[in-house]
């Protein structure tokens, strides 16, 4: 949530931060705004409610000359606290108008730190959490023990706010100077050759430089055009930051051509799938064994586990339900699939026996990381699935496997929840390797299918003309219902949340069996429902049951649309509309049903007139609880 750019160098600082604002968008567009220093004690500041069109508009009527220095700051934001007004959209600035600041996350002591500022005195323009940090760190650099010295009052104030938080600073005084801070939200520097960048992710620089450093929990960092220097909120210098090379190029942030990033990232996944499997099978005396990116937990350890909990958020939730089938499968190790936000209020039962599996998109998401935390307190191991290298949660778990997908700029997960539900089985066949309850000629022909699971990725991609076609007919519709049995049924859950997510609508998933216990009676005349069909060779009973229940739905009126494999004639005389995917094993089959409702929610929403990549209310990554 909240996009931050600073930028410190020899460029026009204006037009690298409005760029990297349009690249981060996707992070929160209730607001924008921009700070620039002049270099001769002047900070001019711009900002405007709305997408970032709206401050764009506003940068050009006031002219680019106001705007003239090499260094600044800006922010895209996703409310939090005062609503998405002008006088709360970011950077908000201290009396003097020399200082500025903004923020990702929440300071969850803001209450009475803003009583202390009104008390003494100091009037609080917006509704903002954020403002009370500038006016602490205005009044720490004018009088008291940091006075005159802008990094030891901002580290001042670091040291009194509670709360995950991303902070940057920058003063009129010292304007190739900007001095920023993490704690539990994200912070990345950008190294460049004479300058520097300091953002929310590395999307925001991968135009001028690959070379990153990603900040530890709770630090601090002070970047100018040649150097950055990082230290904890007390200012000691000895902590452990981690430089990396970015593995992606600018072109992997643009739309290539698409009308939105969710259409370039649905036809991405067969590459998204296929790179995330790259490098964990590797051959030896044996035949060959998976391997996961960072394992810090031993095989004796894998074997010793006797419950395991999946932790996530949103789609990674449904990938989580999806891990949950493969993992019992082929291990016989009972599986709990916990919403992250739940988790640790329930006060669930773990121990050093215990497995969590902790699944997040960013490695950032507030719950997920916070029960990560708790399962750590709780002397649990924790495997991290996630799409950042280097991001909090892998950094704080005992092994970590990456999905390889590159950057996804759609608020919608596509590719990196198909790469997650890739990544989960990895982790299914890695216990059953180790515990032994797979032989490692099985884990290698297990790997061989899901190996050749992106080619038939890519042949789905080829029914999006019929899909699109359908999810025109029903963009009128109020109501779209999801069935699903096994697999399938958390497959229909993420086809509703699409839909939800995007075209605003109301739609939910069922397990189908569940039908007759009281979600039939939602069904009447012309009622779109989805149907995600078991194949009829693997599941041959579940396939008879929901045949069945096709034909319960069809007889009030449902219109049906039917996800088949190819060849099961027996559902296309019940199928008004019928979709067919190739034919996979039964645990695989989700990365072949969950694209054409992709691309359903993704034709809806352009039918009805919505931004695909930007839904109303909803930003890229959950840094806030």
Known sequence: MCGIVGYVGYRDALGVVVDALRRMEYRGYDSAGVAI???NGGLAVERKAGRLANLEAELDEAGAEKFAG??????????????????????????????AVVHNGIIENFVPLRRELEDAGIELLSDTDTEVAVHLVARAYAEGPTAGDFT???????????????????HADHPGTIVAARQSTPLVVGVGQGEMFIASDVTAFIEHTREAVELGQNQAVVITADSYTVTDFDGNSDVTSRPFTIDWDLAAAEKGGHDYFMLKEIEEQPTAVADTLIGHFVVDEN??????????LADQELREFDKVFVVACGSSYHAGLLAKYAIEHWTRVPVEVELASEFRYRDPVLDRSTLVVAISQSGETADTLEAVRHAKEQKARVLAICNTNGAQIPRESDAVIYTRTGPEIGVASTKAFLAQVAANYLVGLALAQARGTKYPDEVAREFAELESMPKLIARVLDTAPQVRAI???????????????????????????KLKELAYMHAEGFAAGEL?????????????VIVVMPSPKGRAVLHSKLLSNIREIQARGARTIV????????????????????????????????V????????????????????????KSVTVE
Do not use: C
């Not at 996800?563 to 072949?592: C, H, K, M, N, S």
């Open 152 to 170: 030891a009052s901002v580290l001042a104030v670091l040291r009194r706010l509670d709360g995950a938080f991303t902070l940057v600073f920058t």
């Open 471 to 497: 999810a025109r007919e029903l963009a009128h519709v109020p109501t779209v219902l999801f069935l699903g049995r096994h697999v399938g049924y958390p497959v229909a859950l993420e086809g509703a949340l």
């Open 563 to 594: 996800i088949a494999e190819e060849g099961d004639d027996t559902v296309r005389p019940f199928a008004d509309d019928l979709i067919e995917i190739p034919v996979a094993p039964t645990l695989f089959q989700p990365l072949l049903s969950t």
């Open 596 to 619: 054409p409702l992709q691309i359903f929610a993704a034709e809806v929403a352009q039918a009805r007139g919505y931004d695909v990549d930007k839904p109303r209310n909803l930003a």
């Open 37 to 39: 220093l002049d270099g």
């Open 287 to 296: 035949g060959g064994r998976i391997v996961l990116d960072e394992q810090r």
């Open 516 to 528: 007759k216990h009281g979600p039939i009676a939602l069904i009447e005349d012309g009622l779109p």
């Open 70 to 99: 090499t260094s600044g700051m800006g922010h895209t934001r996703w409310a939090t606290h005062g609503a998405p007004t002008d006088r709360n959209a970011h950077p908000h600035r201290d009396p003097s108008g020399k200082l």
